[in-house]
């Protein structure tokens, strides 16, 4: 079985956007769903990312709905991490770049490492630039890694019903 694990840019913009609370109870529900089915994780530093000083009405949501279980513990995943961080530092990255990208509370580099490490696949919304060296995009370090990546449309599409049901 496949197992994914969402980014945290997926969530903020299913709220802001495209599935907000007020009409599309369906979307969150399937999150919980996918992680009920064994499906669908994330990892502690998304948890930060989404919850860290915020008291809007999506931290609370993730609070008071998802289990912990649903956020595993990216330490286990620190060999591949310090191997994610090396290649970052061995690409044409500005500093500033590998800085934010090294952050141990940022979510991607930890992402990438779980999913390669563990062998599951990233949902997450942000798209490629190889060519970037001001900023590493998740979808490029996916790559690099033979992570396999998809948008929630892309991932929707696939694994879900038109409304919002497990295939």
Known sequence: MVKFLIDTNV????????YQFCFC???????????????????????????????????????????E?????????????????????????????????ADYHTADAWLVSYAAKFHYSIISQEKSNPYARKKIYLADVAKEFNVPYFTIYEFLTKYTKPDFCYK
Request: charged share 25%; hydrophobic share 40%; aromatic share 14%.
């Open 25 to 67: 109870e369906k979307f969150w529900n399937l999150i919980l769903d996918l992680h009920e089915r064994s499906i669908l994780y994330s990892v502690k530093s998304v948890l930060h990312e989404l919850t860290n000083n915020s008291k809007d009405e999506l931290a609370n949501w993730v609070k008071n709905n998802i289990p």
């Open 11 to 18: 969530f903020i913009q299913a709220k802001n956007l495209h």
């Open 69 to 101: 279980s649903f956020w595993l513990n990216h330490d286990e995943a620190a060999s591949k991490y310090t191997e994610v961080i090396n290649w970052a530092h061995s690409q044409k990255f500005k500093k500033q770049a590998i800085s934010d990208f």
